[in-house]
């Protein structure tokens, strides 16, 4: 059974004893003290997604935004490294760039023009009469967060000590792998991104992208607005095969289309779907054999899984889901639309198809976020009631068991996923 929190003492629990094996306290989702504690103890302690590669084609392109709460500017300097850097000028603190993307030869502080190359070195000082003997432009570089990458997708963490992103992303790297296989024999590229806000705590959708319990319910208008083979296709809620693991470090992938995790896995048993007759004729009239037409098509849906990467971005069925915490009741979620990146007029009838679905279901006018966000807001306010009573994640708990490769593992409906995060939430929280 769960364990209550009392009303006299969770106020006071220390952070990592609001996590039990089976509930969290609703206090995690309200408390903004505690939401202080996660900006430096968690994001400012491990790796954070801030970009993917194909965002940054060339020199000088650069995408701002943020690691935690602390503004950063992603730009890749003209050796082709990318470079993360605090928006913040060395003079008198003022942002550098308010752009959400673009391209530049470097950055200037529109206070004092204060200028700064892609690499975050000081370039030039106007009127530098006055600094002889109190400034060295060496040591006033901006600050450069560690960046490492893997399959395109670009990460940043403020901390130097920390282990390479390999080893935090460890049995996660296969499932990266597997899910840029939806190029359909080209590399991924980002087509597009959706931003909007909700009023709730980060964890609530960090919850989400794991959670195959609600799909049926929250989603019924989108499953009833699909044609009969999609709707039969994410029809898993009595599958057997449909499982959740944790793969360690808060990360969890769930499958819901088993048959879809690996693309490549293709005996040509299974028809395309009718719906995409009218892409065929144009992949073909494109000059595409019938193997590469195949391949492009049946990854028109995606992989089959949501892959949750602790702490802020899911790579989600066919799409990019990235979470930034504002406040402990505010949260900003990016929906990033993704698609092959190859020859204009073999790749956009496919990135075309791709933006449609994506918008079905994603947009703001779609069939599936509005939905997720009602069910977000709504859980950010039944919170605020009884802080004793835990927020349950024991579905699943005593069918758990391990997969062949060391996973814990159970049901695609079951809570598996939210307990590798809030365990990994735990052992963050704990340390001081």
């Known amino acids: 059974m769960p364990v209550d929190f009392t009303p ?16 969290v306290s609703g206090r995690m989702y309200t408390d903004p003290q505690l939401f202080e504690l996660e900006m430096t103890r968690i994001f ?9 590669e194909s965002e940054l084609p060339k020199a000088g392109s650069f995408k701002s935004t943020y690691v935690g709460r602390q503004p950063v500017i992603v730009a890749k300097d003209r050796k082709g490294t990318i470079n993360t850097l605090l928006n913040r000028c060395r003079h ?9 993307t673009g391209h530049a030869n470097g950055f200037t502080c529109p206070y004092h023009a204060w200028s700064y190359g892609l690499d975050g070195k000081l370039r030039g000082i106007p009127y530098p009469e006055g600094y002889e003997g109190v400034l060295e432009k060496g040591e006033l570089s901006l600050r450069k967060l560690r960046t490492e990458s893997y399959g395109g997708m670009v990460f940043a963490t403020l901390d130097d000590s920390i282990e390479p992103l390999e080893d935090f992303l460890g049995d996660v790297l296969v499932w990266i792998d597997r899910f840029m296989k939806q190029g359909g024999g080209y590399p991924v590229k980002v087509l597009g991104t959706h931003r909007f806000k909700f009023r709730g705590n980060w964890k609530i959708q960090l919850e989400n992208t794991t959670d195959g319990y609600h799909f049926p319910i929250v989603h019924r208008s989108w499953m009833a607005s699909v044609d009969a083979e999609t709707a039969d296709m994410m029809s898993f809620m009595t599958d ?7 793969l360690g470090n808060g990360h969890s992938v769930m499958q819901m289309v088993p048959g879809h995790s690996d693309l490549d896995a293709d005996d040509g048993s299974e028809p395309l779907q009718a719906r995409f007759a009218t892409l065929v004729t144009e992949l073909g009239e494109a000059g595409l054999d019938d193997a590469a037409i195949r391949k492009l098509v049946r990854a028109v849906h995606g992989t089959g899984f949501n892959l949750n990467l602790f702490p802020n971005v899911s790579m989600s069925n066919s799409f990019l889901r990235v979470l930034r915490p504002v406040s402990a009741d505010e949260t900003i979620i990016e929906h990033v639309a993704i698609g092959p990146d190859g020859p204009a007029g073999t790749v956009d009838p496919v990135n075309r198809e791709r933006l449609r679905i994506h918008e079905h279901f994603q947009g703001p006018f779609g069939f599936g976020t509005p939905d997720d966000a009602e069910g977000w807001d709504r859980v950010q306010r039944g919170a605020q009631a009884a802080p004793d009573m835990p927020i349950l994640v024991n579905r699943g708990l005593a069918r758990e068991n391990a997969s062949p490769e060391g996973w814990p593992t159970s049901h695609v409906t079951d809570e598996t996923g939210m307990r590798a995060a809030y365990n990994k939430w735990k052992r963050m929280m704990s340390d001081d």
């Open 44 to 52: 400012e302690r491990t790796w954070v997604w801030v970009a993917h």
């Open 92 to 100: 008198r603190g003022a942002s550098l760039c308010e752009k959400r």
């Open 8 to 23: 006299d003492n969770v106020r006071d629990l220390p952070p990592g004893d609001l996590v039990t094996e089976d509930g």
């Open 240 to 246: 057997p095969s449909a499982v959740t693991h944790d």
